[in-house]
C-alpha cells in the first residue's frame, strides 16, 4: 500500500470547494436534507431511528423512567419520539414538567394539550413548593428560578424513586453537553461527574445503576438546532406559539429581548417597545430572550437558523451567561 | 401527536435531496500533538463557529493570560480541560460544507482516558490522526492506531503537524509516511494519507500552504471532504453478507392481541414474508408483517426502527434475535473475543462479570486470557493478565447463549461490553474474533 497516495474516492469535488466556505449561508445546499451515501434511509430517517431505540432502551432496561418536559420544541420532538417507540401501545412511563413559576401561558396550554394528546400522565413539579417547604431560599418574587430547578427536579426524582429520565438537551447546544454520553450516570447525590463518564461504544448503552442512582438519558443527542426544525416541519409536530413570529411588548436588557411581564418591567433607563419578536428555546420567562424575527412559519425558521451567526443558547439563555463553564456547573449539580 | 394547524408543504425538493452525504470521524493521537487545537482551526477557518463562540473564547484565552487565542477551547469546554490544557472526554461537534455533514469526534490522547477515546472511535467512518512531527510517532499514537484499526475505522488521514517547528523537512515527513506506511498495511488499514500541516497557523488545514512546496497532495479539509462515508455502515453495523438480524428490544402487545418484537434492524433488509429463525431458541418462522408507527413497510432497510409481526406464536422476549435464514449468527456460549481492557485492576482468567450483547445482559467468566497485543512490535504476546488500557485476546464462556457474529462482519452483533458487578462500570469493549494482521 503507498500511504502517501490520496484515498481512493478523490475526485473534482475536493479541488473546487477548497475556498474557504461559510456554512451560514441559507443557500439550497445547506438546508438540504442529507442522505447518507449508499444508504436508503435520510439523516432523519437515521436520527428518528436512533433516538427510539435509545428510548426502547431505556424503557426496558430501567425499572421506573421518566420524560422531562419544559414545553420547549426539544422536548415536544422527544415527547413526539416517544409515542412513535411504543405504537399502537401508550408511552410506558410518566412526564415530568419543573416548574418555576415564571411561566409563558402559551407554553403551559401547550404542555396540557400535548401531554393528553399522547394520553401519558402528567407529573408537576413546582419550584415555588420548593420554596414553601424551605427546601430552597425564596430568591425574591421577580429573581430567575433556573438555578433552584435542580433541587425540585432531584427531589422529585427521589420521591417518585425515578432511575432513569430522558431529556431533550442536544450535544450541540453547548460545549459541557457536547460532552456528555447519551445515557449519563448520576449519583447518589445527582451529580454528574464529567471525568468519570462511562465508556460508551456502538449503539451498547449500558444502563445499570444502584438504588438511589439513575441516569439521564438523551435520545437527540446527535440532532442539531437545524436538524430539530426539519423533523419538526416532516412529522408536523405542533410548538407553542412563541416560536413563531409575534408582536409583543419587550425591554432589552445585557444585549436579549425579556418579555415584559408579572416578573419583568423595565429598570432604570430601559423602555419597553412593542416587537415582532419569536423565541429560538423556552425557559424561564425572566431569563429567556426573544428574537426580532418575522419568521411566522417552520420554513422561515429554517432559513433563518440556516443564516444565524448567533448560537441558540447564546442569543437566547440569560442562564449560560452567569461564568464561562455555567452550563457544566449546574450539570455537575445535577441539572437538566 | 397532533399535527400543525396548518399544513406546511413537505419539504418540496429536499426530501428526495441525494446532494450531501454524512461523514463521521474522531481524531486520535497522543497528548499535546494538536488534536483539539486543529479540530479548532477546521471549525474556524470553514466559518463553523458562531460569532458568540468565537467571542467567549477570546475572553476566556485571555482570562488565562494566553497571548493568542487557544483554539483548542472550542472543543475543550470544561473547566478542568481548560485549566491543563488537555482534553479529557470525547466532544462532539457537528459541521456541514456545501457537500458534506459531518459528525467530528475529538477525543483525548491521556493514556488513562483511552476509553473515551475508543468510545469517540467505535462509530467512526474516519480516524484524523495527529502526529507531532517534532517527536514522531509515540506509543500512544500507535496504540491508538490500533484500537481504531481493530473498532473497524479503514481510513485513516494522518497530519504530521508542527511542520513549522522542524522548518517544513521534508525527510522528518517522509519518516511518518514510511512509518505509518507499514503500521496501516499491518492493521489492514484500507487507506491512508499524511498531510504536514501546522494546526496552530492552518497550514495546509483549510488553505494550502507555500510553506512546502515540495508537497502536492490534499489539505486536511479535502481529504475529509473525499474520504469513503459509510455513516451508516459505522453507526449500524458493516455488514459483509446480506443476512438480517433483528435483536428484540421490547415486546409491543397489539390491541385485540397479539404481538410485535421492536428493534432496529441491522443487515438486512428484511421483507414481509421473510423466512427467519429466532435465535437462540432455533425455531424457524416467517415475517409476517413490519410495522413503524408511520404505518406497515414491504421492506425494512438496515439503521430502521421497526417492529416485526410473525406467523407464529413463539416465546420471544428482550435479547433474543430473529435473523434471516442466509448465513445466521453463530449460537454459542464460549468463544474468542479482542477486548480493550479499561478497569485499574488487571483482567485474569476466573473473572465474573456481567457482558452486554445487543440487547441482552448475561453473565459471564472470564476462562482464558490467550495473550496481548504489542502496539510497538503489532504482535500477539503470552500474557496472564490484561492491564488497563491493554489489548488482548480472551476466552469468555456466558450463562446464556449469544447469537454471535465475528465482529469483522458485524459491527453490532460481533461487539459486547463487559460490566463489573461491584462497582456496575463499563470496564472493557469487546469485539468477537482475534484480530488479522497482515505482517
Not at chain 1, 462511562?198 to 446527535?222: I, T
Not at chain 2, 483525548?108 to 510517532?137: C, F, I, K
Not at chain 2, 414481509?272 to 408483517?289: C, E, K, W
Request: aromatic share 6%.
Amino acid at each position: 500500500m503507498d500511504s502517501t497516495a490520496t484515498l481512493g474516492s478523490a475526485d473534482s469535488r475536493s479541488v473546487s470547494s477548497a475556498a474557504p466556505r461559510r456554512a451560514g449561508q441559507p443557500d439550497a445546499s445547506v438546508t438540504a436534507l442529507v442522505r447518507p451515501f449508499g444508504h436508503p434511509l435520510g439523516h432523519l430517517d437515521l436520527l428518528e431511528s436512533l433516538a427510539i431505540f435509545i428510548i426502547r432502551e431505556v424503557a426496558a432496561e430501567s425499572e421506573r423512567p421518566v420524560l422531562l418536559f419544559s414545553g420547549g420544541k426539544d422536548s415536544a420532538v422527544l415527547l413526539h419520539l416517544a409515542a412513535k417507540a411504543f405504537k399502537p401501545g401508550k408511552i410506558p412511563f410518566p412526564v415530568l414538567h419543573v416548574d418555576t413559576g415564571h411561566n409563558f401561558p402559551e407554553v403551559l396550554a401547550y404542555r396540557d394539550a400535548q401531554v393528553e394528546a399522547e394520553g401519558a400522565r402528567l407529573i408537576v413539579a413546582k419550584v415555588q413548593d420548593s420554596i414553601d417547604r424551605g427546601r430552597v431560599a425564596d430568591p425574591g418574587p421577580v429573581a430567575s428560578r433556573n438555578r433552584l430547578q435542580t433541587t425540585t427536579l432531584l427531589d422529585a426524582i427521589r420521591e417518585h424513586r425515578f432511575d432513569a429520565a430522558f431529556g431533550g438537551a442536544r450535544r450541540d447546544e453547548d460545549k459541557a453537553r457536547a460532552k456528555e454520553r447519551v445515557l449519563s450516570f448520576r449519583d447518589s447525590f445527582g451529580q454528574w461527574d464529567p471525568k468519570r463518564q462511562r465508556p460508551e461504544l456502538w449503539q451498547l448503552y449500558q444502563g445499570s445503576v444502584r438504588p438511589g442512582e439513575h441516569l439521564r438519558a438523551f435520545p437527540l443527542s446527535d440532532f442539531t438546532e437545524l436538524d430539530v426544525w426539519q423533523y419538526i416541519r416532516r412529522e408536523r409536530i405542533a410548538l407553542p406559539s412563541i416560536y413563531y413570529a409575534h408582536s409583543r411588548p419587550v425591554v432589552e436588557r445585557d444585549g436579549m429581548l425579556l418579555a415584559v411581564s408579572e416578573w419583568v418591567s423595565p429598570e432604570g433607563s430601559e423602555v419597553t417597545e412593542e416587537a415582532i419578536v419569536r423565541y429560538r428555546t423556552v425557559g424561564d420567562a425572566t431569563l429567556t430572550g426573544a428574537v426580532r424575527s418575522e419568521a411566522a412559519t417552520v420554513e422561515d425558521i429554517i432559513r433563518e437558523v440556516s443564516a444565524s451567526r448567533i448560537s441558540e443558547r447564546g442569543a437566547t439563555r440569560g442562564d449560560d451567561r452567569f461564568s464561562e463553564t455555567s452550563m457544566e456547573d449546574r450539570k455537575r449539580e445535577g441539572y437538566f | 401527536m397532533s399535527k400543525m394547524p396548518s399544513s406546511p408543504p413537505e419539504g418540496g425538493q429536499e426530501l428526495g435531496a441525494d446532494t450531501m452525504d454524512l461523514l463521521r470521524f474522531a481524531t486520535i493521537g497522543s497528548v499535546d500533538d494538536g488534536k483539539s487545537t486543529l479540530i479548532g482551526r477546521l471549525l474556524f477557518d470553514t466559518l463553523q463557529l458562531f460569532d458568540d463562540q468565537v467571542d467567549a473564547i477570546s475572553t476566556a484565552s485571555e482570562r488565562r493570560g494566553l497571548g493568542e487565542v487557544d483554539l483548542s477551547f472550542v472543543t475543550d469546554g470544561l473547566r478542568a480541560e481548560r485549566e491543563q490544557g488537555i482534553t479529557i472526554d470525547v466532544a462532539y461537534r457537528y459541521a456541514a460544507t456545501p457537500h458534506r455533514k459531518f459528525v467530528i469526534a475529538d477525543c483525548p490522547g491521556h493514556l488513562q482516558y483511552t476509553r473515551n477515546m475508543a468510545t469517540g472511535a467505535s462509530t467512526a467512518d474516519l480516524a484524523l490522526v495527529l502526529v507531532d512531527a517534532t517527536a514522531g510517532l509515540r506509543e500512544q499514537t500507535r496504540r491508538h492506531i490500533c484500537i481504531a484499526a481493530l473498532l473497524g475505522v479503514d481510513q485513516l488521514v494522518v497530519c504530521a503537524n508542527k511542520m513549522d517547528l522542524m522548518d517544513w523537512d521534508k525527510s522528518a515527513y517522509q519518516g511518518i509516511v514510511d512509518e505509518m506506511g507499514s503500521l496501516a498495511h499491518t492493521l489492514g488499514v484500507s487507506s491512508c494519507t499524511v498531510i504536514p500541516i501546522s494546526a496552530l497557523n492552518g497550514d495546509n488545514v483549510v488553505e494550502r500552504s507555500d510553506a512546502a512546496p515540495w508537497y502536492d497532495g490534499p489539505t486536511v479539509l479535502d481529504a475529509l471532504e473525499s474520504a469513503q462515508v459509510g455513516g451508516w455502515a459505522s453507526q449500524h453495523g458493516l455488514r459483509q453478507g446480506n443476512g438480517g438480524r433483528l435483536p428484540v428490544q421490547w415486546v409491543l402487545r397489539q390491541p385485540g392481541g397479539g404481538r410485535s418484537y421492536a428493534g432496529m434492524v441491522n443487515g438486512g433488509p428484511f421483507r414481509t414474508g421473510d423466512p427467519v429463525i429466532v435465535l437462540p431458541q432455533g425455531q424457524y418462522t416467517t415475517v409476517r408483517a413490519i410495522e413503524t408507527a408511520d404505518g406497515p413497510l414491504p421492506r425494512a432497510e438496515v439503521g430502521l426502527s421497526i417492529s416485526m409481526k410473525l406467523a407464529d406464536e413463539i416465546d420471544i422476549s428482550r435479547g433474543d434475535l430473529i435473523s434471516s435464514l442466509e448465513e445466521p449468527p453463530t449460537v454459542t456460549d464460549n468463544f474468542e473475543a479482542t477486548v480493550c481492557w479499561f478497569h485499574e485492576r488487571p483482567l485474569v482468567a476466573g473473572d465474573r462479570m456481567k457482558l452486554k450483547h445487543t440487547t441482552r445482559v448475561t453473565p459471564v467468566v472470564v476462562e482464558s486470557i490467550e495473550g496481548t497485543f504489542d502496539v510497538n512490535e503489532l504482535t500477539m504476546q503470552a500474557a496472564s493478565e490484561l492491564k488497563e488500557n491493554d489489548i488482548g485476546v480472551v476466552r469468555l464462556r456466558t450463562a446464556t447463549p449469544l447469537a454471535l457474529d465475528s465482529y469483522q462482519t458485524d459491527r453490532i452483533t460481533g461487539s459486547f461490553v463487559l460490566i463489573d458487578e461491584l462497582t456496575i462500570a463499563t470496564v472493557a469493549a469487546g469485539m468477537a474474533g482475534r484480530p488479522t494482521l497482515h505482517h
